[in-house]
């Protein structure tokens, strides 16, 4: 009955309505400045390759990847992949967006050390968010408290991983926003719309490390309910 009636799930409601606002903000901030094109009227392709170049990588790059929202840069194969919106337009989301990606090939490039934490993590992180929660819950209908130790465990490694992305996220926008305005894609009037773009899209980011923080409270909660 336990597993039915859990008064720990208050603990994460909190922070799933945050993730579900964070969510819809970057989805309506990213679809209202798709609207409102930048005067220098570059492609987010463009921009993207214009910055890799002026960051000597010329050997990163571009595709078009399916879907929404879908841009994200490769450091295994080097290769910057953008949405069809984003690569294909020159508003100033779609500048945003293609400059944000860009900072993270720079990150790779300079050997930016919370990137290269991350990445390191991210197969510990990734094996341990799809291990967490059946081991643990195993080891409660067994009353295993080393499989639930070991369930907690995981979860920490993926919460790590999600800890480090905040500074990643943050300093590619930061560089995004710097390189756009220094190579003059962006005026001053259109810097604060990118970056309202870009701060939409970090939400998602901190509420999924508050989603995850508020799940492991959750877990460590049921595992000492279990030792009484």
Do not use: C
């Amino acid at each position: 009955m336990y597993l039915f009636y859990d008064p720990t799930y208050i603990l994460v409601l909190p922070a799933l309505l945050l993730a579900v606002w964070a969510q819809s903000k970057v989805s309506s901030t990213f679809r209202k400045y798709l609207r409102v094109f930048a005067a220098s009227n570059y492609t987010g392709a463009q921009v993207a390759r214009y910055l890799l170049d002026a960051n000597g990588l010329h050997d990163v790059k571009i595709e078009m990847a399916k879907g929404h929202l879908t841009d994200h840069y490769d450091p295994r194969k080097r290769v910057l992949r953008l949405s069809q919106t984003v690569y294909s337009s020159s508003s100033v989301a779609a500048l945003g967006v293609a400059a944000h990606e860009t900072g993270h090939a720079v990150q790779h490039a300079h050997n930016y050390l919370p990137l290269g934490i991350r990445n390191n993590l991210f197969p510990v992180a990734h094996f341990g968010s799809q291990a967490a929660f059946p081991l643990f819950f195993i080891g409660l209908l067994l009353a295993n408290p080393t499989l639930m130790n070991i369930g907690i465990w995981f979860f920490v490694a993926a919460l790590a991983f999600q800890v480090v992305t905040l500074p990643v996220e943050f300093n590619a926008s930061r560089r995004a926003l710097s390189m756009l305005t220094e190579a003059g894609f962006l005026t001053q009037t259109e810097r604060p719309k990118a970056k309202e773009v870009l701060s939409a899209a970090a939400l998602t980011y901190i509420a999924a490390v508050a989603v995850s923080a508020m799940q492991l409270l959750r877990l460590v909660l049921i595992r000492n309910s279990r030792r009484r």
